[in-house]
């Protein structure tokens, strides 16, 4: 059974930063491209952003210059480095793993921002 474990959530006050991390297995994440996505409550779940295994990142227009997606390939790990948070952003964020085989989701982790 695949796993992606996410950390890293929580609140934070406008303006403020938070990076949430994503493992998963060796395997997985070597054949994967992974991403970040996000559901706000009553709407539907959208792209955040997406890493390939090449590095190349692909971000949704409302976290351009604010949101990085990065991956460790030592430690299976991808990571969203989340600045200048809105309280728009507020949303569970799930990390994603997609690949020949199939597509697999994290649990989420809920990221707030209010004041």
């Known amino acids: 059974q695949v796993q992606l474990v996410e950390s890293g959530g929580g609140l934070v006050q406008p303006g403020g930063s938070l990076r949430l991390s994503c493992t998963t297995s060796e395997i997985i994440f070597r054949i994967s491209a992974m991403g970040w996505y996000r559901q706000a409550p009553g709407k539907q779940r959208d792209l955040v952003a997406t890493?390939?295994?090449?590095?190349?990142?692909n971000y949704a227009d409302s976290v351009k210059g604010r949101f990085t997606i990065s991956r460790d390939n030592a430690k299976n790990t991808v990571y969203l480095q989340m600045n200048g948070l809105e309280p728009e952003d507020t949303a569970v964020y799930y990390c994603n793993a997609k690949n020949y085989y199939g597509e697999y989701w994290g649990q989420g982790t809920q990221v707030t921002v209010s004041s």
């Open positions: 890493i390939a295994n090449s590095g190349s990142a």
